[in-house]
Every structure is written in structure tokens, then in C-alpha cells.
């Protein structure tokens, strides 16, 4: 397939490497990351193994006349809008769009945008970051990758994106990158965004790593309520996660989700150090948003929303 990845930072470069090996890879981002890897390819290590990708094309912007059968954005959530946009102008139209942020909204936004073309979504649960232009680094990984696509466009669409996605989970897995396609993959990332709003929020304020918010009683409790009312929004909005209560999927969120990526700390704690935006807005913001409609109260969800807000407007005064 040729496949465009626009927001190539250090997710994107990631899933780009894993799918050049079969496919005709573009990656669109920063200058000087792109520069980087036009002149020495790009290099990917950590905990998936070392390698040096040559085969892929690197570019500042988007590349017209170019007929791509797939479009995987990788921005953060508050730039899906303008990334969006910007993919419009491509002609002819991918055969794929496919959002692989974090947060919820982003195949909303996509699917307005492009109405008739097939959208998907898939749950990105590993953590990478660029150690310098050109070279990144895979720094945890909880999970498969899940690709499914999005429940809210028609049955036609869908059907027609589905043969897309499955190639996609195919040549990422084949590749050393471990994928699958879900049909049901919304469901496991609201089950991530649960899971990224209770605790980057409180890794970021306290600088601590997910192990430590839930060694601490205090952040644990804070940390634990906020995903009980998040799982209230989530049954609210019908994602069906696979539990029977709130409690049990506390249980599995200590028991398999932590465990995993206890030793992280959220990138969300650069951000504001750097006093650069967080996704704070599609994590717990979202979750508040979608509570209202339902007549749902989720004050702890409200309260680290607020807390992170103040501190990206501090962190923009200083700069």
C-alpha cells in the first residue's frame, strides 16, 4: 500500500517504520526530523529491538499528485481538526483515513470531514520518543496495537475500510510491531482513555510514575474514582466495555493495565514542563463533557481537568 502518516513524531515514525518494510511509506513532520531521516534513515530502538529504516520518504508537508490508499494521522488529539484540513487537499482522496492518537473525538472528526471515505481508529498503547532528529526510541509497551474501524459511520463504509485495516494489522505485526484488527477496537480505547485520563493527569502534576500514583493512597484514591466515573460515562455512552461494574474494571485496570507501564511517567509531565498544550482536553475534558449530556457528576475528572488547564496557562505565561 502507499500510506502517508501525517504528525510523524515519534509514534508516527514508529508505525512507519514497522510498515515500510512492506509498504511505500511517506512521513510528514517537523523539519529537522524529517531532514534527519531524507539523510541517514531513520533509527528506531528499545524494547522492540534496534533497526536502521532507509526505505522511507520523509517530507515537511503533504506530497500532492500522490494516490494513497491510506491516511494514518498521528497528531496530538488538538490538532486533528487542522491535520483533517490539511488531508482534504490531497487529491484523489485516500482510500483510508485512520486515527492513531490518544483521547476521543478524533474519528469524529475525521469521519465529518470525510464523509465518503472509510475511517478507522486504533488503540496505540506503547511509548516511544524522539531521542534526537532522525532517531527514536521505543520506551514502553503495554499492549498489541488494536485497529478496527470507527462504529459510527454506515455499514457500506465500513465494509469497504475493513480489508484496509486488516492489511495494516497484518504488515505491522509481520514487521515486529504487535497488532491485530478488532472490529470492536473502540471499545479497548475507551478502555485506554480511561486509563491515560486517571493517571497522566496525576503523573504530570506530581511528576511521578504510574507506579507511584497507585503506591501513594491519596493519588491512588483520586486515581481509582476518576476511573470509576469515567466507566459511568463510558456505559452511559454504550461502549459495553467488558465488565459488569466499575469495580471490576478497577481490579483489571491494577491487576493487567498498570503492571505493564508501572515504571512510565506520562509525557504529559514535558509537556508542562516545556509549557507546551497537553491532550488533557480529549482525556478528562472529553469524559466531563460527555458526563453533562447524561447528567453524570464527575468532579474528579472536573478537578484534574482544571488542575492541568491552570498549569499549561502557567507554563505559557513564563515563556
Same mark, same amino acid.
Given at each position: ?9 515519534? %509514534?508516527?515514525?514508529? %508505525? ?9 511509506? +511517506?512521513?510528514?513532520? &517537523? ?5 534527519? !531521516? ?24 503533504? *506530497? ?28 484523489? +482522496? ?18 465529518? @470531514? =470525510? ?10 498503547? =506503547? ?11 521505543? @520506551? ?8 478496527? #474501524?470507527?462504529?459510527?459511520?454506515? &455499514? ?21 510491531? *504487535? ?26 502534576? =506530581?511528576?511521578? @510514575?504510574?507506579?507511584?500514583?497507585? /503506591? ?5 484514591? !483520586? ?18 466495555? #467488558? ?17 505493564? @507501564? ?7 509531565? /514535558? ?6 498544550? +497537553? ?7 472529553? !469524559? ?9 457528576? +464527575? ?14 496557562? /502557567? ?5
Amino acid at each position: 500500500m502507499r500510506i502517508v502518516i501525517f504528525g510523524a513524531g515519534a %509514534i508516527g515514525s514508529a %508505525i512507519g517504520a514497522h510498515l515500510a518494510p512492506e509498504n511505500e511509506v +511517506t512521513l510528514v513532520g &517537523r523539519p529537522a526530523h524529517m531532514a534527519a !531521516i531524507r539523510r541517514d534513515g531513520l533509527r528506531l530502538e528499545g524494547i522492540l529491538g534496534r533497526r536502521r529504516v532507509r526505505r522511507l520518504a520523509a517530507a515537511d508537508s503533504l *506530497p500532492h499528485g500522490t494516490p494513497f490508499d491510506a491516511a494514518l494521522v498521528t497528531t496530538k488529539s488538538f490538532d486533528t481538526g487542522a491535520a483533517a484540513d490539511l488531508l482534504r487537499s490531497l487529491s484523489p +482522496t485516500p482510500r483510508l483515513v485512520c486515527s492513531f492518537q490518544n483521547g476521543l473525538g478524533n474519528a469524529d472528526v475525521l469521519r465529518k @470531514t =470525510f464523509p465518503r471515505t472509510p475511517v478507522g481508529l486504533a488503540r496505540v498503547i =506503547f511509548g516511544a520518543k524522539i531521542v534526537r532528529p532522525g532517531r527514536v526510541r521505543i @520506551t514502553v509497551f503495554g499492549a498489541p496495537v488494536e485497529i478496527g #474501524p470507527d462504529p459510527r459511520q454506515s &455499514r457500506p463504509l465500513s465494509a469497504r475500510g475493513r480489508p484496509l485495516l486488516i492489511a495494516l494489522a497484518r504488515s505491522l505485526a509481520r514487521a515486529g510491531l *504487535p497488532t491485530v484488527y478488532n472490529p470492536a477496537a473502540w471499545r479497548v480505547l475507551w478502555m485506554k482513555v480511561l486509563y491515560n485520563g486517571a493517571l497522566n493527569p496525576l503523573s504530570a502534576l =506530581f511528576g511521578r @510514575t504510574y507506579g507511584e500514583v497507585c /503506591e501513594h493512597p491519596v493519588t491512588r484514591a !483520586i486515581c481509582l474514582d476518576t476511573l470509576r466515573e469515567g466507566f459511568a460515562v463510558a456505559e452511559a455512552e454504550g461502549a459495553r466495555l #467488558p465488565f459488569r461494574s466499575a469495580d471490576s474494571f478497577v481490579r483489571y485496570f491494577l491487576s493487567r493495565m498498570l503492571p505493564p @507501564t508501572a515504571a512510565h511517567r506520562a509525557s504529559m509531565y /514535558e509537556d508542562l514542563v516545556s509549557g507546551r498544550r +497537553t491532550e488533557i482536553d480529549a482525556l478528562c475534558g472529553e !469524559i466531563v463533557r460527555r458526563a453533562r449530556r447524561h447528567g453524570l457528576p +464527575t468532579p474528579q475528572n472536573r478537578l484534574l481537568w482544571s488542575a492541568i488547564k491552570q498549569r499549561e496557562g /502557567e507554563g505559557r505565561n513564563r515563556r
